[in-house]
């Protein structure tokens, strides 16, 4: 039990970049209600799914509590003595360069400064990188060859004022939620929304005008919409003359690039046509960009095309139009403040003589590195190779979400040190450490985080730290302190911290640093307490800036921004005869990267409860699948195995398959395993959304499901994937006749004690029920063909004290004593559990818009998360319901 405060919290929401402000409201027990903050000029009090659920997110279920040594539990200081023990051996055997650091855009910036600040300036490493190297390191990379900084021009207010808004790689439907919302809002006042991405997506139902892309040709699209602009008048000569460089070379280039965009991105001449035409007559545009762009080989190139079009029309820094970079993760860009990455030394500062000697004097660092270090994948071949032998991992899970990941996990086991800081007890990555030490979690952790609109936002704790949990700042300040430099780090709370950083990020500076929160370095704890929500920069003496370049001046020595000869088009890998078709990775709406949090949310897993693969039904029909059968996915680098949706959105030739799957929660499902490790030559980004595949009907004899109040790895399984219900996990499964009989092998996988059963062995069906004193513990149901999802009926039992005897039939009669199975399809509004059925019954019955259906079932009418999905039911209405009713 955590006793605490009750008093409401403002604090900030640890998922997407949108970085929605969120009111805690603590119950004194460990649990907190959540709701949006009303006051946040980020959301304005709208959460979505996600950010609703956080409050079934905090309980201690999983948590990692103690530091421990192989497994063992420990004391901190026994733990940071071994780990300070190992990195001086290292260091002293083979440099301090064998020592790394994998950081994570879920830290706080206090975080992010300490671990930069102890690597880079006093171990003396300068392999410091972070997953946020898979997130947005491409847009980092184009923002500073474009403007000498890395910095993103626009803020949210633009979307409400802006007249096209263009969302390039982004589905932000799902994965931008709120700020997708307000991209609506600003449709229903006739703002129009074109979205480019290769498959029809939930935010395909908002726009004006889809445009699926071939995958791999949005620099062929927007050189030659920069070609399209000069050909016809539309550029803004004056701009370009006054404020900017290169362009004659970048429209060579694009001239040269862009030949027949028709036949380079597979759309038609009017669709492109008309995108130009929109682009050229609409003075108010924001282009939108996220993992779709960035998530490339050629991910700068793509960025700088982007780019290239709002400075040759001088659409950039002005209300309602510029590009806006939508960051993936809540901190990615705090982290990129304080130098959190491998290619920046701190506060914006790169590796140049008078930037080192900057930070040398201002840390007082005996050991600061002299240039770059290795990024996120090289950083992992070096792990392999045996160049790094110790790696602190923080508060991420890079065995499931790097590229090839089976072999960044392989690469981990070669670690002579490998510490993590973590929350979580059990993950893909945690099995593997040797020193594990119990981080704070989201509601225990005090500090700042930046959101995609250069917003820095409190994070408050709410919680007591459980455990013997630490904030992360905290750990690497004693682990400094066991490896002599206390001092240097002698921080009583992030507000110390916080100061530090912004006194180093005007320190020297003379308006030549795009980030510069000098005008905080002052600050007293209280007022670091009670800071609202401000926008970078804001320097000693001046006031926080919305948006920045208004006045024509960039981050570059002359102050002119920089065209860039975006050249880099054509998939990334050519597909094969052994390899023919496209795997693009993504995010679905109700998870959150590798299920350590949201995974723990019943409510969510009720969207979409299973790992899937999503094909063309053309493509399906080629090679042989069934919609809901099992395929496996296999690339050059690994296999998985996935439940099979037929996607009419999807591209033919392509295939889309969601990255939340681990091996604590699925058989073979990890689905980076299977991307190349391929990355970008200028941002070092991986390749994750073209990797050359191979899909094929995975065999089994039988199918199934078991619900148990524990979580169950079944062996021997095709396929196996587990989500969680309330009060315990439902685990579907698909497997080949085991040896030692089918009933032997499903009565080991509902476990030992009172067993009823129901056995068919001509037909192969089993059926059983394990009790405990009358209390459900595990129901299985085995049969020679894929088995439905049970309805509610079934899992209704896990909260039971004591099943009837009718319970029991009913279990082994695979179906409840009413006959009555639930086939309502899946929950679409997972805030008032409304399912697909009642949707399609409310929309045959008359209601014609998301509104209407919200006023029949409320559906939609809280986060808005399904409002996209309601109103493809619209468009799909007969379909549905004939479905429905059938
Ligand atoms: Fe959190 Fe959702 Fe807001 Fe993103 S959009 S910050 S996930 S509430």
Same mark, same amino acid.
């Given at each position: 039990?955590?006793?605490?405060?009750?008093?409401?919290?403002?604090?900030?929401?640890?998922?997407?970049?949108?970085?929605?402000?969120?009111?805690?409201?603590?119950?004194?027990?460990?649990?907190?209600?959540?709701?949006?903050?009303?006051?946040?000029?980020?959301?304005?009090?709208?959460?979505?799914?996600?950010?609703?659920?956080?409050?079934?997110?905090?309980?201690?279920?999983?948590?990692?509590?103690?530091?421990?040594?192989?497994?063992?539990?420990?004391?901190?200081?026994?733990?940071?003595?071994?780990?300070?023990?190992?990195?001086?051996?290292?260091?002293?055997?083979?440099?301090?360069?064998?020592?790394?650091?994998?950081?994570?855009?879920?830290?706080?910036?206090?975080?992010?400064?300490?671990?930069?600040?102890?690597?880079?300036?006093?171990?003396?490493?300068?392999?410091?990188?972070?997953?946020?190297?898979?997130?947005?390191?491409?847009?980092?990379?184009?923002?500073?060859?474009?403007?000498?900084?890395?910095?993103?021009?626009?803020?949210?207010?633009?979307?409400?004022?802006?007249?096209?808004?263009?969302?390039?790689?982004?589905?932000?439907?799902?994965?931008?939620?709120?700020?997708?919302?307000?991209?609506?809002?600003?449709?229903?006042?006739?703002?129009?929304?074109?979205?480019?991405?290769?498959?029809?997506?939930?935010?395909?139902?908002?726009?004006?005008?889809?445009?699926?892309?071939?995958?791999?040709?949005?620099?062929?699209?927007?050189?030659?919409?920069?070609?399209?602009?000069?050909?016809?008048?539309?550029?803004?000569?004056?701009?370009?003359?006054?404020?900017?460089?290169?362009?004659?070379?970048?429209?060579?280039?694009?001239?040269?690039?862009?030949?027949?965009?028709?036949?380079?991105?597979?759309?038609?001449?009017?669709?492109?046509?008309?995108?130009?035409?929109?682009?050229?007559?609409?003075?108010?545009?924001?282009?939108?960009?996220?993992?779709?762009?960035?998530?490339?080989?050629?991910?700068?190139?793509?960025?700088?095309?982007?780019?290239?079009?709002?400075?040759?029309?001088?659409?950039?820094?002005?209300?309602?139009?510029?590009?806006?970079?939508?960051?993936?993760?809540?901190?990615?860009?705090?982290?990129?403040?304080?130098?959190?990455?491998?290619?920046?030394?701190?506060?914006?500062?790169?590796?140049?003589?008078?930037?080192?000697?900057?930070?040398?004097?201002?840390?007082?660092?005996?050991?600061?590195?002299?240039?770059?270090?290795?990024?996120?994948?090289?950083?992992?071949?070096?792990?392999?190779?045996?160049?790094?032998?110790?790696?602190?991992?923080?508060?991420?899970?890079?065995?499931?979400?790097?590229?090839?990941?089976?072999?960044?996990?392989?690469?981990?086991?070669?670690?002579?040190?490998?510490?993590?800081?973590?929350?979580?007890?059990?993950?893909?990555?945690?099995?593997?450490?040797?020193?594990?030490?119990?981080?704070?979690?989201?509601?225990?952790?005090?500090?700042?985080?930046?959101?995609?609109?250069?917003?820095?936002?409190?994070?408050?704790?709410?919680?007591?730290?459980?455990?013997?949990?630490?904030?992360?700042?905290?750990?690497?300040?004693?682990?400094?302190?066991?490896?002599?430099?206390?001092?240097?780090?002698?921080?009583?709370?992030?507000?110390?911290?916080?100061?530090?950083?912004?006194?180093?990020?005007?320190?020297?500076?003379?308006?030549?640093?795009?980030?510069?929160?000098?005008?905080?370095?002052?600050?007293?704890?209280?007022?670091?307490?009670?800071?609202?929500?401000?926008?970078?920069?804001?320097?000693?003496?001046?006031?926080?800036?919305?948006?920045?370049?208004?006045?024509?001046?960039?981050?570059?020595?002359?102050?002119?921004?920089?065209?860039?000869?975006?050249?880099?088009?054509?998939?990334?890998?050519?597909?094969?005869?052994?390899?023919?078709?496209?795997?693009?990775?993504?995010?679905?709406?109700?998870?959150?990267?590798?299920?350590?949090?949201?995974?723990?949310?019943?409510?969510?897993?009720?969207?979409? @409860?299973?790992?899937?693969? &999503?094909?063309?039904?053309?493509?399906? =029909? !080629?090679?042989?699948?069934?919609? /809901?059968? #099992? *395929? $496996?996915?296999?690339?050059?680098?690994?296999?998985?195995?996935?439940?099979?949706?037929?996607?009419?959105?999807?591209?033919?030739?392509?295939?889309?398959?969601?990255?939340?799957?681990?091996?604590?929660?699925?058989?073979?499902?990890?689905?980076?395993?299977?991307?190349?490790?391929?990355?970008?030559?200028?941002?070092?980004?991986?390749?994750?959304?073209?990797?050359?595949?191979?899909?094929?009907?995975?065999?089994?004899?039988?199918?199934?499901?078991?619900?148990?109040?524990?979580?169950?790895?079944?062996?021997?399984?095709?396929?196996?994937?587990?989500?969680?219900?309330?009060?315990?996990?439902?685990?579907?499964? @698909?497997?080949?006749?085991? &040896?030692?009989?089918?009933?032997?092998? =499903? !009565?080991?996988?509902?476990?030992? /004690?009172? #067993? *009823? $059963?129901?056995?068919?062995?001509?037909?192969?069906?089993?059926?059983?029920?394990?009790?405990?004193?009358?209390?459900?513990?595990?129901?299985?149901?085995?049969?020679?063909?894929?088995?439905?999802?049970?309805?509610?009926?079934?899992?209704?039992?896990?909260?039971?004290?004591?099943?009837?005897?009718?319970?029991?039939?009913?279990?082994?009669?695979?179906?409840?004593?009413?006959?009555?199975?639930?086939?309502?399809?899946?929950?679409?509004?997972?805030?008032?559990?409304?399912?697909?059925?009642?949707?399609?019954?409310?929309?045959?019955?008359?209601?014609?818009?998301?509104?209407?259906?919200?006023?029949?079932?409320? @559906?939609?009418?809280?986060?808005?998360?399904?409002?996209?999905?309601?109103? !493809?039911?619209?468009?799909?209405?007969?379909?549905?319901?004939?479905?429905?009713?059938?």
């Amino acid at each position: 039990m955590r006793l605490h405060e009750t008093k409401p919290v403002k604090t900030t929401c640890p998922y997407c970049g949108v970085g929605c402000g969120v009111m805690a409201k603590p119950d004194g027990l460990g649990n907190a209600v959540i709701l949006g903050d009303v006051t946040h000029p980020a959301n304005y009090g709208r959460l979505c799914v996600k950010g609703a659920a956080l409050g079934e997110t905090i309980d201690l279920e999983g948590r990692l509590l103690h530091p421990e040594i192989g497994g063992a539990r420990v004391g901190w200081d026994a733990a940071l003595a071994e780990l300070a023990a190992g990195f001086r051996r290292i260091a002293a055997e083979h440099g301090p360069e064998a020592i790394a650091f994998y950081l994570s855009g879920q830290l706080l910036t206090e975080d992010y400064y300490v671990a930069n600040k102890l690597a880079k300036g006093f171990i003396g490493t300068p392999h410091v990188d972070t997953n946020s190297r898979l997130c947005m390191a491409s847009s980092v990379a184009g923002h500073k060859r474009a403007f000498g900084a890395d910095v993103v021009p626009q803020c949210y207010e633009d979307l409400d004022v802006a007249d096209l808004i263009v969302l390039a790689g982004s589905n932000a439907a799902w994965c931008h939620p709120i700020l997708y919302q307000r991209i609506q809002k600003a449709r229903e006042r006739s703002a129009r929304v074109v979205n480019i991405d290769p498959r029809a997506t939930a935010t395909t139902e908002g726009s004006d005008l889809q445009l699926s892309i071939a995958p791999g040709s949005d620099i062929a699209l927007w050189n030659g919409l920069l070609v399209w602009l000069a050909d016809h008048g539309a550029l803004d000569a004056e701009f370009i003359e006054a404020h900017t460089n290169g362009f004659e070379t970048a429209l060579a280039e694009a001239r040269a690039q862009s030949g027949d965009v028709s036949a380079a991105t597979g759309l038609d001449a009017a669709e492109i046509e008309r995108f130009y035409r929109w682009w050229a007559e609409t003075p108010r545009v924001v282009s939108c960009y996220s993992q779709g762009v960035n998530q490339s080989a050629q991910g700068t190139d793509k960025v700088n095309a982007i780019l290239n079009c709002h400075l040759a029309t001088g659409r950039i820094g002005k209300t309602g139009c510029g590009p806006l970079s939508l960051t993936g993760q809540p901190n990615a860009m705090g982290g990129r403040e304080v130098g959190g990455m491998a290619n920046m030394l701190a506060a914006h500062m790169d590796f140049s003589e008078a930037e080192r000697s900057r930070v040398r004097r201002f840390w007082n660092a005996p050991n600061l590195v002299a240039g770059p270090g290795l990024k996120a994948v090289q950083m992992f071949e070096a792990i392999q190779r045996g160049q790094i032998k110790a790696l602190w991992v923080m508060g991420t899970n890079p065995a499931v979400s790097l590229p090839d990941a089976d072999g960044a996990r392989a690469a981990l086991t070669k670690l002579e040190l490998f510490v993590i800081s973590e929350n979580v007890a059990s993950t893909d990555t945690a099995a593997l450490a040797h020193i594990r030490l119990p981080a704070a979690a989201w509601g225990e952790k005090d500090g700042t985080v930046t959101n995609s609109e250069r917003r820095i936002s409190r994070q408050r704790a709410f919680l007591p730290l459980p455990g013997e949990a630490r904030p992360d700042w905290r750990i690497l300040a004693e682990a400094a302190a066991h490896l002599g430099w206390g001092g240097d780090f002698a921080y009583a709370g992030p507000a110390d911290i916080f100061r530090e950083h912004a006194a180093l990020s005007g320190f020297e500076n003379d308006g030549q640093r795009a980030f510069d929160i000098s005008a905080r370095e002052c600050m007293t704890k209280a007022e670091c307490e009670q800071m609202r929500p401000f926008q970078w920069p804001h320097p000693r003496g001046g006031a926080p800036t919305r948006r920045l370049f208004a006045d024509g001046r960039f981050f570059t020595p002359d102050g002119k921004a920089q065209f860039v000869a975006a050249g880099g088009a054509g998939l990334a890998a050519a597909v094969s005869a052994d390899w023919p078709l496209v795997l693009n990775t993504g995010r679905i709406r109700d998870q959150w990267h590798t299920m350590t949090r949201t995974g723990k949310s019943a409510r969510l897993s009720q969207h979409i @409860a299973e790992p899937f693969v &999503e094909i063309h039904p053309e493509d399906a =029909a !080629r090679f042989g699948l069934a919609g /809901g059968g #099992l *395929a $496996e996915v296999k690339t050059a680098y690994g296999a998985v195995a996935l439940r099979v949706v037929l996607a009419e959105g999807q591209r033919p030739g392509s295939l889309f398959a969601p990255m939340h799957w681990s091996a604590e929660n699925s058989g073979a499902a990890r689905v980076c395993a299977l991307v190349q490790p391929l990355t970008d030559p200028v941002s070092g980004q991986p390749e994750s959304k073209a990797t050359p595949a191979h899909i094929r009907p995975l065999a089994a004899s039988h199918w199934g499901y078991c619900l148990s109040r524990e979580m169950l790895r079944p062996d021997g399984c095709a396929y196996w994937s587990a989500s969680r219900v309330a009060g315990g996990f439902l685990t579907g499964f @698909a497997l080949e006749a085991p &040896e030692e009989g089918l009933a032997a092998w =499903a !009565r080991g996988l509902a476990g030992q /004690g009172d #067993l *009823a $059963e129901f056995e068919d062995a001509g037909l192969g069906i089993f059926r059983a029920a394990r009790l405990d004193d009358g209390r459900l513990i595990a129901a299985i149901h085995v049969a020679p063909e894929p088995a439905e999802p049970p309805g509610e009926w079934l899992t209704s039992l896990l909260s039971k004290q004591r099943l009837t005897p009718e319970d029991r039939r009913a279990i082994l009669a695979g179906r409840p004593a009413s006959g009555a199975v639930n086939r309502e399809g899946g929950i679409v509004c997972v805030c008032f559990q409304v399912r697909a059925a009642r949707i399609a019954a409310a929309i045959a019955q008359g209601a014609d818009s998301a509104e209407a259906v919200g006023l029949v079932l409320r @559906a939609g009418t809280n986060c808005g998360s399904c409002v996209p999905e309601i109103k !493809r039911m619209l468009k799909d209405t007969p379909q549905t319901f004939r479905a429905a009713a059938e």
